[in-house]
């Protein structure tokens, strides 16, 4: 089993965080997106403090991919500069984490 991962952005609208859920979970990139509630982010950007609406999203999937999930979300993301970060998980169900390597393995044949 591969280590599995919780891949974290946030999206400026739901739409944008849902469309990023269908494409990643369609490629079998990821076993499971959370699309929460939007949320209120506050940061420094270009020297000024701003403060946006922005829906986060949880990704799960296996380390080995997360270069094409975030090629993915570069791809679909609005932002000049997204937040994409990956944490490890360094326990879990093991039935959980077999299935989001299950889900996230194309088998050939």
């Known amino acids: 089993m591969d280590d599995t991962v919780i891949v974290l952005t946030n999206l400026p609208d739901r739409a944008a965080a ?5 494409e990643l979970v369609n490629r079998r990139l990821a076993a499971c997106v959370n699309v929460l509630a939007d949320c209120t982010s506050v940061y420094r950007w270009r ?5 946006a609406q922005e829906v986060p ?9 997360y ?16 937040e994409i970060i990956a944490v490890p ?11 989001v390597s299950g889900e996230t393995t194309i088998s050939i044949g």
Not at 89 to 99: K, P, Q
């Open 18 to 22: 849902l469309k990023l859920a269908q």
């Open 47 to 51: 020297g000024k403090v701003e403060a």
């Open 57 to 65: 999203v949880l990704i799960k999937t296996r380390a080995a991919l």
């Open 67 to 82: 270069g094409e999930v975030e090629a993915e979300i570069r791809k679909l993301h609005p932002y000049e500069l997204p």
């Open 89 to 99: 998980i360094v326990r879990g169900f093991t039935e959980y984490l077999e299935w």
